[in-house]
């Protein structure tokens, strides 16, 4: 037996959870991956190993990809011009469209409500889309998403959405997220802080947006809310409901939150 030999056999073996941190070391170094320290603290590290092997074959297939446009993976299909179709055939040749990116594992995502929607989607996809480029990738599983609004921000719908999350985030005391990533968001976040401080839950009983106004730089969003409150130390709940607002500052493509007013005062 030579020394080479020796050497492998004192080489320790790795358990599944150091393969994973080395796996996730190789990712950073060679591709700039950066990782949580941990991406979920209940997910088997079987399935973690599992993930990170998708995302390394999927850097190392990117790496190497050419680009082709959505219309040559498609395989160039034939297609009828938006308007000289009737809505009903609009219909029938959009389904056609999503069905053919299905297949080519290709998906479309509209998240966001438009009048004339089957129209608006066929043009975007035909006129747009088709002509959108993209790594020529064939990876057995692999899907590539597109969102309609990646393309055409829609900020009436980015500023409900805003609204909605920080209001769940900041009534939802069973989750730490509020306090360690945006507790000091607001420009009012110390008066904030210490009414939600008092109370150990809440829950929203109705909300409803009623009124969004936007600029280029500065929004405000009014609202009706309703929700209760429970003290501390007791089983005793508070009522709050009446109009909100909150206004937001756009920068680098999103919208920040800068004030939030409850209806808190009695």
Known sequence: ????????????????????????????????????????????PEIESIFLD???NFENASKNAKQITVFEKLGK???????????????????????????????????????????????????????????????????????????????????????????KMFLNTKSDFYDEFHSEDATNHEELNNFRSLFKKFKIKFLEFRAIIFDEKDAKVDFEIDFWAKIKGS????YYSGIGNMTFEYEYGYWYVRKVTLPIIN
């Open 54 to 56: 998708s995302v390394m």
């Open 77 to 167: 299909p034939e297609f009828k011009p938006a308007d000289t179709l009737s809505d009903e055939e609009i219909a029938v040749e959009l389904d056609r469209m999503m069905d053919l990116m299905h297949q080519n594992s290709l998906a479309l995502n509209v998240l966001a409500d438009y009048e004339d929607e089957n129209r608006l989607i066929y043009s975007f996809i035909t006129e747009e889309l088709f002509l959108h480029e993209m790594n020529d990738l064939n990876i057995p599983g692999m899907v590539t998403n597109f969102i309609y609004e990646e393309f055409h921000q829609n900020h009436k719908y980015d500023l409900e959405h805003a609204t909605e999350e920080f209001l």
């Open 1 to 44: 037996m030579n020394q080479d030999d020796n050497d492998d056999e004192e080489l320790p073996k790795l358990n599944i959870k150091q393969e994973n941190e080395f796996k996730k070391l190789k990712l950073n170094l060679e591709h700039g991956a950066v990782f949580p320290d941990k991406l979920h603290p209940d997910l088997p």
């Open 235 to 238: 089983g005793n709940k508070m």
